[in-house]
């Protein structure tokens, strides 16, 4: 064999499960596959000024390359149960929170420290959003911010570089079982292993599903979350943001019974394109820095949409919607909130006409033409609900970026062990449908590496 363990996708999953391997049993023979380039080289060449939409790279460095989907993001580890995945289905509550907990720790020893810990205990918003029909869910949320997720990412790419082998730019094309492990198949020719961590996250959804197919290991899916990211002054949501930083709300609407939730909130942050398999959607990041923030801040809405029989390609239904604001917009839409209750498009004239000054450059128009009705009615239910806790939420000049949509990977068959049918081959993080977020997905990479060394 070539390798004792082989690695796929060096995002949290992946990187957090090398961590482990090399840190319990340095004598390991461990390699990481990863299809994007190494961190120093990531880099998206939207500049704002001569670039200033999705080119389509041919690997997206906001996706892919050492640190994953998560490389460039807000840093935000949220340390809890009630969203960011189903890990503790697998393992138990507490198990996952002491993972969490832990993977905290290295992010601390490893250029984290000194950033804050927000926590939603004994917060006075709790009752403030009951009265409201609004409902804050218990986290607590580490914001490493982008800048210091950079230097982390760094400490651990140092830390790791030399104890292991890393193929940047290396996509793993097929993956073959073999007497006594596993056989896999790229560019660069084919490597052996004893036992196989496949952490592809989001962006290897589409391999991931090829995969399961060929192995004949059992899934299944059908969610999508799809919505809006919302940018509005800073000072609407400070009072909230100030104290827990990020607040998840649900919030169940009148009309159609759905729910509708916050996701990913950026105190003084910046509205993002988020390029998979080549459709432009939109996303949110924040800096710890004071000198890289701006005047606005953002969050998603979004609602889930769970699919009933015969229908099985909830992905696909997501992809459909985010196509069509890209065949209207060439990319992500904006839309001022007053233009769309007035249902008319925001135009470039409205756009400079209007107090906020968006942090992404998208196309003005009209929203009501790309989201189904259940959905945008969801989501304007929901930002007057929120106009009641934090005022101004639903001011004309709120601006609405679609559309945003969490595509999740068809939830795979494994056990206990986050290991499938196949004995040795484990499936982890965001590409295993079963966790959605850095600290889910870095605390499955912990667990199966010890399970291994075990
Ligand atoms: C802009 C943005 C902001 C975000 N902000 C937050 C946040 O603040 N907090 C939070 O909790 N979550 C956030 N997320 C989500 C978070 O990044 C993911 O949940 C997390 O990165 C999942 O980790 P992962 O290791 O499972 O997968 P990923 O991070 O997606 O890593 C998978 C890696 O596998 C590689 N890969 C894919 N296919 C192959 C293949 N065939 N061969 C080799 N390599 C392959 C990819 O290139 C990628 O680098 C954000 C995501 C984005 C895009």
Request: charged share 25%; aromatic share 8%; hydrophobic share 35%.
């Amino acid at each position: 064999m070539n390798y004792d363990v082989l690695i796929i996708g060096a995002g949290p999953g992946g990187i957090f499960s090398a961590f482990e391997l090399t840190k319990l049993n340095p004598e390991l023979k461990v390699a990481v596959f990863e299809a994007g380039h190494e961190l120093s080289k990531r880099n998206c060449p939207i500049d704002g000024e001569k670039i200033k939409s999705c080119i389509g790279c041919k690997s997206c460095s906001i996706m892919n390359g050492f640190g994953g989907a998560g490389a460039f993001s807000d840093g935000k580890y949220n340390i809890t149960n009630d969203f960011g995945g189903t890990l503790y289905e697998y393992i138990g509550k507490k198990h996952a929170l002491e993972l969490m907990e832990y993977i905290d720790g290295i992010n601390m020893r490893y250029g984290g420290e000194g950033t804050k810990l927000y926590s939603t205990a004994g917060t006075k918003f709790k009752k403030l959003c009951i009265q409201h029909g609004l409902h804050l869910l218990d986290a607590s949320v580490r914001h490493l911010g982008t800048d210091k997720n950079y230097v982390v990412l760094e400490n651990l790419y140092n830390e790791l570089k030399d104890k292991l082998d890393f193929y940047f730019d290396t996509p793993v094309e097929k993956i073959s079982l073999i007497d006594g492990g596993y056989e896999i198949h790229c560019a660069k020719g084919s490597f052996t292993c004893k036992k196989c961590i496949i952490s592809v996250g989001r962006s290897g959804s589409k391999w991931m599903e090829t995969v399961c197919s060929d192995l004949n290991i059992q899934t299944k899916s059908n969610r999508v979350d799809l919505g809006v990211r919302v940018e509005l002054p800073a000072e609407v949501f400070s009072h909230l943001t100030d104290e827990l930083y990020e607040s998840k709300i649900v919030y169940r609407t009148q009309k159609y019974g759905d729910l509708v939730r916050t996701f990913c909130m950026n105190p003084k942050g910046a509205v993002v394109n988020e390029n998979t398999n080549g459709i432009v959607t939109v996303n949110g990041h924040s800096y710890e820095d004071p000198a890289k923030q701006t005047e606005n801040t953002n969050f998603a809405l979004l609602v889930s949409k769970h699919f009933s029989e015969p229908f099985k390609d909830s992905n696909g239904y997501g992809e459909s919607i985010a196509r069509l604001s890209n065949m209207l917009g060439g990319g992500v839409l904006v839309q001022r909130f007053g233009d769309l209750i007035r249902g008319r498009r925001s135009t470039p004239h409205r756009m400079t006409d209007s107090f906020m000054t968006p942090t992404l450059n998208a196309t003005a128009g009209d929203l009501s033409l790309v989201l189904p009705k259940r959905i945008l009615d969801g989501i304007i239910e929901m930002i007057y609900a929120l106009d009641k806790i934090a005022p101004g939420t639903a001011n004309d000049d709120t601006l609405l970026y679609g559309v945003e949509v969490k595509f999740y990977n068809m939830e795979v068959a494994v056990d206990s062990n986050l290991e499938c049918c196949h004995k040795g081959l484990y499936i982890i993080g965001d590409g295993s449908g079963i966790t959605h977020s850095l600290s889910h997905a870095s605390a499955s990479g912990v667990y199966v590496a010890r399970d291994i060394v075990k």
